[in-house]
């Protein structure tokens, strides 16, 4: 059976198998299989801005009204957390993301939630996968044309701003924050938001064409975020990613904050409270060492998962955590919401700027992350690490040379054919040459694959 779903659901270059369109009316057909009730049941879908959206979603709705689904509800563009949110109060069986999040805009994907608003286990996704093989192989994958039997819900983003405006404890006067929306599924709701809030904004990358979104914009590029932060004298910058279920941020002095920086400052705003419920924080093995180092300073344990937001929510549910996250962005509030939120995110930490009265440069002085050195090598196949007594030989090489000054990772992407490796230490140089030398070591491997 064909592995669909990669660390965030189902990925691909649009049109491109899994997403050509009988694949797409296949998982149609699979969801309603899957969570559709006896009855027929009520389903929404939203999208960002790609071009390919619109026409995904229509297939997606043509196989769930083939497959007995009566109520499909389409939400036009929005954030995914907004489609989790919705999905959740409006008492919908399952809420349906079209959406590659930061990819590029040939590429689109698709991401459940849950009639609870949370993301659909691993089990789950595998029980989905059977029916998509299943239904591509069935006549009706090529027979649901006609009417997708869609019904427009875009009024409902009024619910989902709202439940953000609530999450204020406090106006944003005189804040003054610049909004990289980077084309994307945010560039609506975002300005409306912090500026009902009361912040002065200013926005940038808010005209998406359909093939602009996260094109040197967003969360990947911070080059032009970090130019209006200086320019326009801002408090605070935000750039959010395709979806803006991540965001990532610009101090006044124009310093690049990730979702590590987050952590720690909010952690250590919540503990002074007595409001960090579980007394520990959730990141991933990506979380740089030095922000466990300035946890355990302040008595803050770090927990550790695999890579992907719907791992460090089970962990946070298993510990009673209310704070995890991933360095890319993705902040999980526990007590707030059911998945990861830019725009919550982005309200939370203006909040405590306001609050304290402090810069954002100041609410991270603390934390200093090790030097990081990220790279990837392209793969013809993914190769099991663990089943590769060569490929384990060369990466344990690696680890050891960086000793207890650093530490290093090294797996697959869940969206990309791409060996990623990640190091880090105290010493810049050091960890570049081992980094270097691996890359080199692993390509060889490969290769000789071929």
């Keep these: 059976m064909t592995k669909l779903f990669g660390t965030d659901g189902i990925r691909g270059e649009a049109g491109c198998f899994p997403l050509d369109e009988k694949t797409v009316c296949a998982i149609g057909l699979a969801l309603a299989e899957f969570a559709g009730p006896p009855g027929g049941g009520r389903f929404l879908i939203g999208r960002d801005t790609r071009e390919s959206g619109p026409w995904i979603t229509a297939r997606l709705g043509q196989g769930l009204a083939y497959g007995g689904v009566e109520a499909i509800h389409d939400l036009g563009v929005m954030p995914t957390a907004g489609l989790a949110y919705l999905t959740r109060t409006r008492r919908y069986d399952l809420g349906i993301m079209v959406s590659a999040s930061h990819n590029p805009f040939r590429d689109n994907g698709i991401k459940l939630f849950s009639g609870q608003g949370f993301k659909i286990p691993d089990d789950g996704e595998r029980e989905i996968e059977r029916g998509i093989e299943s239904w591509r192989a069935a006549p009706a994958a090529s027979a649901c044309r006609g009417s997708a039997g869609l019904r427009k819900r875009e009024s409902l983003a009024s619910d989902y701003l709202d439940f953000l405006s609530r999450q204020a404890e406090a106006r944003l006067e005189p804040l003054r924050v610049g909004l990289d929306v980077c084309n994307g599924a945010a560039y609506l709701l975002a300005p409306r938001l912090f500026r009902r809030l009361g912040a002065e904004v200013t926005v940038i990358n808010d005209r998406p064409d359909g093939r602009n979104i996260n094109r040197n914009c967003g969360s990947l590029h911070l080059e032009g975020l970090t130019q209006a932060v200086k320019e326009n004298s801002l408090d605070m910058g935000v750039a959010f990613d395709g979806d803006a279920d991540r965001a990532l941020f610009v101090t006044g002095s ?120 990220l790279d990837g090598l392209r793969v013809s196949r993914k190769v099991p690490i663990d089943q590769s007594p060569e490929l384990s030989r060369l990466i344990g090489n690696a680890r050891a040379q960086l000793s207890d000054s650093g530490r290093m990772v090294v797996r697959y992407s869940g969206t990309e054919p791409l060996l990623r490796i990640m190091a880090e230490g105290r010493e810049p140089a050091q960890v570049q040459a081992v980094v270097d030398s691996l890359k080199a070591e692993a390509s060889q491997f490969f290769n000789s694959l071929e």
């Design 254 to 373: 124009g310093t690049c904050l990730d979702g590590d920086h987050v952590l720690y400052a909010l952690s250590r705003d919540w503990k002074a409270k007595g409001t960090l419920a579980g007394g520990q924080v959730v990141g991933t093995i990506m979380t740089n060492l030095a922000l466990e180092k300035a946890l355990i300073r302040e008595g803050i344990p770090l927990i550790r998962t695999p890579v992907g937001d719907k791992h460090v929510l089970q962990a946070m549910q298993a510990s009673g955590a209310v704070l995890g996250g991933e360095p890319s962005g993705h902040i999980l509030l526990g007590d707030l919401h059911t998945t990861g939120d830019g725009l919550l995110t982005s309200v939370k930490l203006a909040e405590l700027l306001v609050g304290r009265g402090a810069s954002l440069d100041d609410l991270v002085a603390g934390y200093r992350p090790f030097p990081q050195v």
